[in-house]
């Protein structure tokens, strides 16, 4: 359909678009209620959507934690005008209908890098590149292959590979 649009002059659009809403298949008193009850609703919700995106810059990043879904249920939810006791939520999964959905069906973990804010991850990726430098050096390489042969070794010969005396093992299922 917008390729045909596309020849048309924006007066003819505009006859199109008017003869299109003329012809709409719901009743007068659905549109009414669209259009006083759950538009200004909606357009508040947006409103805070758009300003929590700015305020995250999630427009500049790549990546970004805002789930827009997630927070305009969560925004609904908590500014519901029929339930003005309900407490402001920052976090949809705080809510007590979220909390019962998801033990039913369970939502996947986010990637790694949602999870991580920048500064954890900028430490995690210095961390890994200070251990590249001093794996590189050539006498902590020469220990490293004098230890994998020691471990290679041991493997043949059917010795512990652990670390030397009894190890204390935990109640704990995790430590």
């Not at 879904?69 to 209908?97: A, G, I, K, Q, V």
């Not at 939502?107 to 920048?118: A, E, G, M, V, Y």
């Not at 200070?130 to 050539?138: A, I, S």
Request: charged share 30%; hydrophobic share 40%.
């Amino acid at each position: 359909m917008l390729l045909a649009l596309r020849g048309l002059e924006e007066d003819e659009v505009a006859e199109l678009v008017a003869l299109y809403a003329d012809t709409c298949a719901l009743p007068c008193e659905t549109i009414l209620f669209l259009e006083e009850s759950v538009l200004p609703v909606l357009g508040e919700a947006f409103r805070a959507l758009v300003i929590e995106i700015r305020r995250q810059r999630s427009v500049v990043r790549a990546y970004s934690r805002l789930n827009a879904l997630d927070f305009l249920t969560s925004h609904l939810y908590s500014n519901n005008p029929l339930h003005p006791d309900r407490p402001p939520h920052d976090d949809l999964m705080h809510t007590e209908l979220a909390a019962r959905l998801l033990k039913c069906r369970p939502r996947r973990p986010l990637p790694l890098c949602l999870r991580l804010t920048d500064e954890r991850a900028a430490s995690v990726v210095q961390r890994w590149y200070r251990g590249y430098l001093v794996r590189r050096r050539t006498d902590v390489a020469q220990l490293r292959q004098y230890q994998a042969r020691l471990r290679r070794l041991a493997r043949q010969e059917g010795a512990p590979t652990g670390p030397v005396g009894p190890q204390r093992r935990s109640g704990r299922a995790c430590r």
